[in-house]
């Protein structure tokens, strides 16, 4: 069932949602050569307390930490480690809050010092086909607009889109109805309306599309081991066009 949200709700989510962008914010400027994947996810649950709410990832279906930290050939749902960050790496970050009753999502992919020309090139274009999938998400158009326009965003640069893992709806549950594939059909799908809440988040790849999970039954890697690059942010679905929730306010 998708939930819609009352103006005073898109509100409470736009709460949520800056923290998270705080906390995005200041990851980014931690990263750089020497520091570890523990340490930006102390820091991101300390900010996340300072400011009255709680991360969303941590305990949520046994999951240990508050934050999704994967390198280079990971994908999502990476462990934070005392592995140092060296340079030319590329780290994926997955963040999430709940406060006041709602959650907040958003996920950002950032380079550790000089990293190559063709990770940056990837970077550059996950973000961009997060932008392209947002500029598909209003009203009267199909859940297989925003679908369709990451995947061809992606796949004209050289890339390949994830298929096993997915964006979702969001409110006052982490993942809510409908799931947002990053691939598939313009004009198919679920009807969007203003109300709507979605968490869009190209996962994608420099070689293959096809992934797999590491032993610790969390971590997913890319099954060629080639780099992979995750942008995400909450969105809204309003009568004025689509409204980014995970913004500083």
Not at 59 to 88: I, M, T, W
Request: aromatic share 8%; charged share 25%.
């Amino acid at each position: 069932m998708i939930i819609l949200k009352s103006p005073g709700e898109l509100r409470q989510m736009g709460e949520s949602g800056a923290i998270v962008a705080e906390v995005l914010a200041g990851l980014r400027e931690k990263v750089k050569p020497g520091v570890t994947t523990l340490e930006l996810d102390a820091y991101a649950e300390a900010v996340t307390r300072k400011r009255g709410a709680r991360p969303a990832f941590k305990g949520y279906g046994g999951f240990p930490f508050a934050l999704c930290a994967s390198v280079n050939s990971e994908v999502v749902h990476g462990f934070p480690s005392d592995r140092s960050l060296e340079e030319g790496d590329i780290v994926s970050l997955d963040y999430g809050v709940f406060y006041n009753g709602f959650y907040g999502d958003s996920a950002i992919t950032v380079a550790v010092g000089t990293v190559s020309a063709s990770a940056l090139r990837l970077m550059e274009v996950t973000r961009e086909s997060l932008y392209k999938g947002i500029e598909k998400a209003r009203e009267g158009n199909r859940l297989g607009d925003i679908s369709s326009a990451v995947q061809s965003h992606a796949e004209k640069a050289g890339f390949s889109v994830v298929r096993d893992y997915v964006g979702h709806g969001i409110g006052k549950d982490l993942h809510e109805d409908p799931p947002v594939p990053n691939f598939g059909a313009g004009g198919r799908g679920v009807k969007l309306k203003s109300g709507m809440v979605l968490a869009i988040e190209p996962m994608i790849n420099e070689g293959a599309y096809r992934v797999r999970v590491k032993p610790d039954g969390w971590t997913v890697v890319t099954d060629d081991g080639s780099l992979s690059a995750h942008f995400e942010h909450t969105i809204a679905i309003t009568d004025d066009g689509p409204v980014i929730l995970s913004s500083r306010r």
